[in-house]
T-cell receptor
Framework: AQSVAQPEDQVNVAEGNPLTVKCTYSVSGNPYLFWYVQYPNRGLQFLLK??????LVKGSYGFEAEFNKSQTSFHLKKPSALVSDSALYFC???????????FGAGTTVTVRA | DAGVTQSPTHLIKTRGQQVTLRCSPK?????VSWYQQALGQGPQFIFQYYEEEERQRGNFPDRFSGHQFPNYSSELNVNALLLGDSALYLC??????????FGQGTRLTVV
């Protein structure tokens, strides 16, 4: 079985401050990890992925994420948040020998000007 | 590149009716997955199609069925609609072992 936990329903930061959205996962094998962002009444937009290799992954719009195998975490980070980063963020995991994505419940990010 | 396109964008149906949702994958993608996103929740996997066959299925009843055509486009059918089927239905396309790209979704309301 595979699952994702996003422990924070909401994250609030001021523009220009660092942004972190937390994610922990559980899989029986090797994880493929993903972050997606969703704007109101829209589908999910891919941000970045970890498959293998370097634990620090860089993605779209200045986002990055760090894979930590010992803590089974894959936290999303951005050094300097923008108001336009305000959205709903989802972490997802897929076991290497599985096809389905399992999503967390999502974290709403609000960046205030 | 048009990306993943879904139709219709919104739909209202009555309990007991049947509905068909459609999806065209991103150019070059051969795998289509369907997800249900209830309000305030993360997407839940319904099933995945590859080479016109259902490759994997999530924990959804047989009322949910699908099809993939030779051009890789796909349909999701839901029979005997329940109020609880009201949700955003997302289609995602991918190649084997790559990231999934999602469409804008179809908002289904069952009344």
């Amino acid at each position: 079985a595979q699952s994702v936990a996003q422990p924070e329903d909401q994250v609030n930061v001021a523009e220009g401050n660092p942004l972190t959205v937390k994610c922990t996962y559980s899989v029986s094998g090797n994880p493929y990890l993903f972050w997606y962002v969703q704007y109101p009444n829209r589908g999910l937009q891919f941000l970045l992925k970890y498959i293998t290799g370097d634990n620090l992954v860089k993605g779209s719009y200045g986002f990055e994420a760090e894979f930590n195998k010992s803590q089974t975490s894959f936290h999303l980070k951005k050094p300097s948040a923008l108001v336009s980063d305000s959205a709903l963020y989802f972490c997802a995991v897929r076991d290497y020998n599985d096809y389905k994505l399992s999503f967390g419940a999502g974290t709403t990010v609000t960046v205030r000007a | 590149d048009a990306g993943v396109t879904q139709s219709p964008t919104h739909l209202i149906k009555t309990r007991g009716q049947q509905v068909t949702l459609r999806c065209s994958p991103k150019s070059g993608h051969d795998t289509v997955s369907w997800y249900q996103q209830a309000l305030g929740q993360g997407p839940q996997f319904i099933f995945q199609y590859y080479e016109e066959e259902e490759r994997q299925r999530g924990n959804f009843p047989d009322r949910f069925s699908g099809h993939q055509f030779p051009n890789y486009s796909s349909e999701l059918n839901v029979n005997a609609l329940l109020l609880g089927d009201s949700a955003l239905y997302l289609c995602a396309s991918s190649l084997v072992q790559t990231e999934a790209f999602f469409g804008q979704g179809t908002r289904l309301t069952v009344v």
